[in-house]
């Protein structure tokens, strides 16, 4: 897994760049907020398993055809499945949290899952408002935490919503 530094020093070494103002800037940034990363992948760490529930519960509320006949989290096969996902999203954006780079995720997470999804007819929009749910759950840790500075919690949640790219419930 790469991280902010590394790739910020590899795009800069692979144009035969010196490190400008805005790579600086960019490396204060992330080092400036490398405490309050690792205390909200603790947090989230601690907490996936209730993040995961509530979050999902949460969904269910607002989307309940989903658990109805047809929908697509009819069956415990299904529903374990989309619990299943929505703690890989959060796992994962923890790992994006802590690197201060979305690669992670392109890498491991979004690469073919939204041909995969439409393939086996999973609908999209609910999977884009779970992860949304579970962003505004963190940054409500992070907060009640005492954690400052939590602009940067935004970056993989909105990554992944942004890739998925669909929001028509």
Same mark, same amino acid.
């Not at 805005?22 to 760490?45: C, H, M, P, Q």
């Not at 055809?65 to 069956?75: D, M």
């Not at 954006?93 to 041909?115: C, H, P």
């Given at each position: 897994?790469?991280? %902010?530094?590394?790739?910020?020093?590899?795009? &800069?070494? #692979?144009?035969? /760049?010196?490190?400008?103002?805005?790579? @600086?800037?960019?490396?204060? #940034? &992330? $080092?400036?907020?490398?405490?309050?990363?690792? +205390?909200?992948?603790?947090?989230?760490?601690?907490? +996936? +398993? #209730?993040?995961?529930?509530? *979050?999902?519960?949460?969904?269910?509320?607002?989307?309940?055809?989903?658990?109805?006949?047809?929908?697509?989290? &009819?069956?415990?096969?299904?529903? +374990?499945?989309?619990?299943?996902?929505?703690?890989?999203?959060?796992?994962?954006?923890?790992?994006?949290?802590?690197?201060?780079?979305?690669?992670?995720? !392109?890498?491991?997470?979004?690469?073919? %899952?939204?041909e995969t999804y439409n393939s086996l007819?999973?609908? @999209? *929009?609910?999977?884009? /408002?779970?992860?949304?749910?579970?962003? !505004?759950?963190?940054?409500a840790m992070a907060t009640e935490a005492?954690?400052?500075?939590?602009? $940067?919690?935004?970056?993989? $949640?909105?990554?992944?919503?942004?890739? $998925?790219?669909?929001?028509?419930?």
């Amino acid at each position: 897994m790469r991280d %902010l530094v590394t790739n910020l020093i590899r795009n &800069y070494d #692979s144009s035969g /760049r010196y490190l400008d103002r805005d790579a @600086i800037d960019s490396l204060k #940034s &992330y $080092f400036e907020t490398g405490t309050a990363r690792v +205390a909200v992948a603790t947090l989230i760490n601690g907490n +996936a +398993a #209730s993040i995961v529930k509530q *979050a999902s519960a949460q969904l269910y509320e607002e989307v309940p055809e989903l658990l109805r006949p047809g929908g697509n989290s &009819y069956t415990t096969r299904r529903y +374990a499945a989309c619990l299943r996902d929505l703690d890989y999203y959060l796992r994962y954006a923890s790992y994006a949290l802590v690197a201060g780079d979305t690669n992670v995720l !392109d890498e491991r997470v979004l690469q073919g %899952l939204r041909e995969t999804y439409n393939s086996l007819g999973v609908p @999209i *929009a609910p999977t884009v /408002r779970g992860i949304e749910i579970m962003k !505004d759950m963190v940054k409500a840790m992070a907060t009640e935490a005492g954690i400052g500075n939590i602009g $940067f919690v935004d970056q993989p $949640f909105d990554h992944m919503n942004r890739e $998925f790219s669909e929001t028509d419930l």
